[in-house]
């Protein structure tokens, strides 16, 4: 209610002197703080029932090469040639749980279009991005700004370890690996 | 207060004047300074137990989160349920099919957890049909009614779906008799006594997969069977069933059904009648009904009609059946945790029975009998009895247990819960429920080690609780914080339908099974489209298919033309997401019937039969991102005989996607 008062207050006075004028700001900002205050961090819808990670050691070890997830490059240990076997049931997943709203071209659909996503992104960030989206739409600058291009957030499509390989080694194939 | 009730019940004032008379007084004292922070749970906090709440004429089952009261969710079960399409999807149409064919609404009254070794297991909860009498068996990884059975030789199923310790059969006893479904139907009423049976079904249940079967009936004497348990721990093998109307009057029972000072407790050696049914006691009667299963697989129900069961004549196998004399119209009949006391309220008495498990086998073992009822023995009264109750309140109903030897009966016409020592039968405490309760639970009230802590009265008249809202008000529930020697009341919530019985239980039980999608790969619908590819629109004479997908946020087609008049269309729609919490839903312009509402994974149809010839849109109802609104389409309906071809897509002006098309 004060913060209420104090905002309706600093509306009516905005043109009396500038000395007043600050002090009821300073007196709004107060309330703000006093009113948002408490013990309780605030935590998004998925995180609810755990307790909110600390963001400023997130943004010091993020690493926006390889994104958050489990997948690093060593443990992808990508091959240069390409795996025909893989990137067919590769191509078999993606017909399911992916080509509603990626094309294979530049093309966007709901989703940007997977041409050259492999040349655009690491292995690991693609591998942790179509296993792990929430997290990384969260705090990952790449994902945010195609969010803000797509307006749809990626959906966690529930891929196994398999499947999320051998998608990448399709998306490999797209972008003409042989 | 003690003394106004007493007064009142010595002038019969209660009984000229209704409920309204009971009203306790100045209802602010009932609560207590930290009642606020004992039912508070913070947002984004869960709470700490699942509240299983009948519905009553709603035909539905509640879910509430307890201490704080909050409604999680309504599971349709035996009415069809618009906004989730229950009923109205060809997928979930023959859920509610009986041998009088598609039946929409029906009257959940009571529920039971499943149980094993006493306690709930957390795998299913059952509720019964009143009306058209029925059983459903609900799962609890989905919160979805995955079978219903329909029970022959029954006029409305009451005392049901109670159950035996570990689950081995769920009981459904007629609340009315009537003339066996074999027999002439077609007889004067007021022949009862001689053409009116009264049956009692134990339906098996499926260890592993909960699937439930008819496996015998009992045929007995024509009366009312109200409400019934499973003995347990020691009493594990029989079932005691409460009766009234023993009089076997068919008309103003209000007054021709309470003329007698005792009715019945029935007791049943189910244990015996196993052995009966092995030994081929049984006679296979000729009979219809429905058995319908839901699969989550294929995410469609069947529904089959069976025609035979098994039933045992207590007159005839005189060891199943005993009736104990009990008070005046008993209703509610509950047996303690160690199952040797059997506690059976006579709703017009002025005291609760106590009746000794031990004590009936001795009765049982010297034939201390007074004579039979209807070819059935009559266990003397005293001879059973462990003791009574004395000025327990008035109109009692219904008891449950805590983990500390006590018991708490409702009291519908005095309006509170009674707290009582199952020892020594003496009352500890009572407190005013606003208004006429009804049911009662504890958390893990019936099992053989309940959970206590809280008590829910369900009560049968609000009044000025609420807001007001009109004519009707919502029922009312109120929460008992009873880890004290005394109850005490923390809340007050609204609740759907009519609650009659709940259950509660630990939310531990459950919530760590709980599904969160189905997996896509698992699908077995045979209108599936796992992925756009394989969408498409067929024709079959005036019969029109559409494979149809649904992802954030467009559907596939969403542009169909070439439907015309006379045309049956049949949407099937695949939810392609894979994630929690994002179903989509499907509505289109003029659908006679629903929406759909499908979970990811999952596929649900819609039937429409287009009435106009124009232009149809067609959206998703669920909002599911932000651009929900863009999910949406168009359908052309051209007159009959018109020769617009076939033809369907989605992003058509892209040239790879209108390949696709034909």
Sequence with gaps: MIFYWNFALKLTLTDIIMKTFKVIASLTIAAIFSSCGGEDKPTTATAAQEEPQSMVKDAETYDPKRGEGKYTAELLALSDKLDEAQAKIGEDASNVKCTSCHKMTDEKLVGPGWKDVTKRRTGEWIMNFITNPDPMIDKDPEAQAMLELCLVRMPNQSLTDDEARAILEYMRKVDGLK | ?662
């Design chain 2, 1 to 662: 207060m003690k003394n106004l009730f007493k007064m009142v019940a010595l002038t019969g004032f209660v009984a000229a004047t209704g409920l309204q008379s009971c009203k306790p007084k100045d209802t602010s004292n009932a609560v207590s300074g930290d009642a606020g922070i004992k039912a508070y749970v913070a947002p984004g906090k869960y709470d700490e137990v699942y509240n299983f709440v009948s519905g009553g004429f709603s035909g539905q089952m509640s879910v509430y989160g307890l201490p704080s009261g909050r409604l999680l969710r309504v599971i349709p079960v035996f009415s069809v349920d618009p906004e989730k399409g229950w009923g109205y999807s060809e997928e979930t149409k023959p859920m509610l099919n009986t041998s009088h064919g598609m039946v929409p609404w029906d009257d959940l009254h009571h529920v039971q957890l499943s149980k094993t070794n006493g306690e709930y297991d957390g795998k299913w909860v059952f509720g019964n049909a009143n009306n058209t009498p029925r059983v459903a068996r609900i799962d609890l990884t989905t919160f979805r009614t995955q079978e219903i059975i329909e029970l022959p030789n029954s006029g409305g199923n009451h005392s049901s779906p109670f159950i035996t310790e570990n689950t081995e059969y769920v009981v459904a006893g007629t609340r009315f008799s009537v003339p066996m479904d074999d027999a002439n139907g077609d007889v004067a009423i007021d022949t009862y006594k001689e053409n009116f049976k009264g049956t009692l079904s134990f339906i098996s249940v499926g260890k592993e997969d909960g699937k439930m079967d008819i496996a015998f009936q009992i045929q007995c004497p024509g009366v009312n069977f109200d409400l019934s348990r499973a003995g347990k721990g020691v009493s594990n093998g029989w079932f005691f069933f409460s009766c009234y109307n023993t009089e076997q009057a068919n008309t103003l029972l209000e007054v021709n059904a309470s003329q007698k000072d005792k009715d019945f407790v029935m007791a049943v050696n189910w244990k015996k009648a196993e052995e009966y049914i092995k030994a081929g006691k049984g006679r296979k009667q000729a009979v219809k009904y429905a058995h319908n299963t839901y699969s989550e697989k294929t995410h469609t129900a069947t529904s089959e009609i069976k025609t035979e069961v098994l039933v045992l004549d207590s007159k005839e196998l005189k060891d199943i059946c005993y009736f104990i004399p009990c008070p005046k119209s008993p209703h509610g009949c509950d047996v303690s945790p160690t199952g040797e006391y059997i506690v059976a309220s006579g709703k017009l008495a002025a005291v609760i029975p106590v009746f000794s498990y031990d004590k009936m086998l001795k009765a049982i073992a010297a034939k201390s009998f007074d004579g039979e009822f209807e070819g059935i023995p009559v266990i003397k009264y005293e001879s059973a009895l462990y003791g009574e109750v004395k000025k327990p309140g008035l109109g009692p109903l219904h008891t449950e247990f805590d983990a500390d030897g006590n018991a708490y009966t409702s009291m519908f016409v005095s309006s509170e819960v009674v707290k009582w020592n199952i020892k020594d039968l003496k009352v500890i405490d009572r407190q005013p429920t606003y208004y006429s309760i009804g049911h009662l639970c504890v958390v893990g009230g019936d099992t053989k080690k309940p959970t206590g802590k809280y008590l829910i009265a369900y009560n049968k008249i609000t009044k000025d609780r609420y807001l007001p809202t009109g004519p009707e008000l919502s029922q009312s529930a109120q929460l008992f914080d009873i880890s004290g020697e005394k109850m005490k009341l923390i809340l007050d919530f609204p609740t759907i339908g009519e609650p009659h019985y709940a259950q509660a239980v630990l939310a531990s039980v459950i919530k760590d099974k709980s599904v969160k999608m189905f997996k896509i790969e698992e699908n077995a619908h045979p209108y599936a489209a796992k992925g756009e590819k394989e969408t498409k629109v067929v024709r079959e004479g005036n019969k029109v298919h559409v494979y149809m997908t649904a992802i954030r946020s467009h559907l596939t087609p969403d542009n169909i033309e070439g439907i015309k008049m006379g045309d049956e269309v049949y949407f099937h729609v695949t939810n392609l997401e894979q994630d929690w919490d994002v179903p989509h839903g499907f509505a289109i312009k003029g659908a006679d019937n629903a929406e759909l509402l499908i979970m990811p994974g999952e596929t649900q149809t819609l039937k429409w039969v287009p009435t106009k010839v124009g232009i149809s849109p067609m959206y998703c109802t669920d909002f599911c991102s932000a651009l929900h609104q863009e999910m949406t389409g168009y359908v052309r309906v051209s007159p009959a005989g018109s020769n617009v071809p076939l033809k369907f897509g989605t992003g058509i002006t892209k040239p790879e996607v209108a390949a696709a098309s034909k």
